[in-house]
């Protein structure tokens, strides 16, 4: 079993920055492709950004490519979302996921039914 636990969220001004972190429990948990997605009110969750299980492929949302950035650190069994240019239409909870299937891969996981195990979510706040 793994337990993915998010932090890092908050408010800020557009324009701003944010550095979301998500902690993975479990031993094996650094072997799995990991990834963020966002709820936004009313909205339903989507996909935000992906990576491979040693980081050696990332894939990005279109919506947030070339602002956001997602990086690992196995050793510490963590999972980065760095997020720049933040706009409004950012706000939402980001939740972090793990794929257990694709363990040693360097697949990116893509969907979110493909996921296992998800954390709690951490809101991040931009006013308009």
């Known amino acids: 079993q793994v337990q993915l636990v998010e932090s890092g969220g908050g408010l800020v001004q557009a324009g701003g920055s944010l550095r979301l972190s998500c902690a993975a429990s479990?031993?094996?948990?650094?072997?799995?492709?990991m990834g963020w997605f966002r709820q936004a009110p009313g909205k339903s969750r989507e996909f935000v950004a992906g990576i491979s299980w040693r980081a050696r492929n990332t894939y990005y949302a279109d919506s947030v490519k070339g602002r956001f950035t997602i990086s690992r650190d196995n050793a510490k069994n963590t999972v980065y979302l760095q997020m720049n240019s933040l706009e409004p239409e950012d706000t939402a909870v980001y939740y972090c996921a793990a794929d257990r299937r694709l363990y040693y891969s360097d697949s990116v996981t893509v969907g979110e039914h493909e996921y296992d195990y998800w954390g709690q979510g951490t809101q991040v706040t931009v006013p308009s």
């Open positions: 479990g031993r094996t948990s650094s072997t799995y492709p």
